[in-house]
């Protein structure tokens, strides 16, 4: 199965919200509320942003929320800082797959 | 807290077979709510999940790489293992190990694959001709 389609990037001024979207079928992202999202800065490992498509780990910024409508997740960082500029990736439960990443988002803070 | 550590060559020849190892530390590898994963990703490309151990040795892997992947765990050791056998170039990557949430359904008991964290610092693996 291929990498779940998200835009290759986001551009948005500090303060602004942003939407990244996460584009599934009934077989994952639309089947599952196994939903996560991840934040990856240059040269570092990935951060667990969002799990089970609504929730916030302990630490993690309230500026961050995800959701889901059908089969598309999405991802929102209201009041943008310089520090969330990185990779943004969604994944999911799969059927028979187990796990699949999205594209990958690269979000420019301007 | 809990932390993981991947180990191993940086350099594998081609046709060869990748070995990597995960010390965790800060936990016990034997929990029954969580798997142990391997993610990779080549250089400026995005994730790929390669696959997944529980604790009592089930393993998951991605039908892309299930022909040369295995997986193993040492709860004496408190680690777990990749070998990715057959390498070319295109195995070249970052490859992560992590902790993963196993989700169980309800109805059923059965556990399903679920988000990653913490995750290891991820170690370079550049496979040459």
């Known amino acids: 199965q291929s990498a779940l389609p998200q835009p290759a990037s986001v551009s948005g001024s500090p303060g602004q919200s942003i939407t990244i979207s996460c584009t599934g079928t009934?077989?994952?992202?639309?089947?599952?509320?196994?939903v996560s999202w991840y934040q990856q800065h240059p040269g570092k490992a990935p951060k667990l942003l969002i799990y089970?498509?609504?929730n916030r780990p302990s630490g993690v910024s309230n500026r961050f929320s995800g959701s889901k409508s059908g089969n598309t997740a999405s991802l929102t960082i209201s009041g943008l800082q310089a520090e969330d500029e990185a990779d943004y990736y969604c994944?999911?439960?799969?059927?028979?797959?187990?796990?699949?990443f999205g594209e990958g988002t690269k979000l420019t803070v301007l | 807290q809990l932390q993981l550590q991947e180990s191993g060559p940086g350099l594998v020849k081609a046709s060869e077979t990748l070995s990597l190892t995960c010390i965790v530390s800060?936990?016990?590898?034997?929990?029954?709510?969580?798997?142990w994963g391997w993610i990779r990703q080549p250089p400026g490309k995005g994730l790929e999940w390669i696959g997944s151990?529980?604790?009592?040795?089930?393993?998951y892997y991605n039908p892309s790489l299930r022909s040369r992947v295995t997986m193993s765990v040492d709860t004496s050791k408190n680690q777990f293992s990749l070998d990715l056998s057959s390498v070319t170039a295109s195995d070249t990557a970052v490859y992560y190990c992590?902790?993963?949430?196993?989700?169980?359904?309800?109805?059923?008991?059965?556990?399903?694959?679920?988000?990653?964290?913490?995750w290891g610092q991820g170690t370079l693996v550049t496979v040459s001709s």
């Open positions: 992590a902790r993963q949430e196993r989700a169980t359904v309800i109805t059923t008991g059965t556990g399903r694959l679920n988000w990653f964290d913490p």
């Open positions: 800060g936990g016990s590898i034997s929990s029954s709510r969580y798997y």
């Open positions: 151990i529980y604790y009592g040795g089930s393993t």
């Open positions: 009934n077989s994952d992202v639309g089947g599952y509320n196994y």
């Open positions: 089970d498509v609504t």
């Open positions: 994944s999911s439960y799969t059927t028979g797959i187990y796990v699949v």
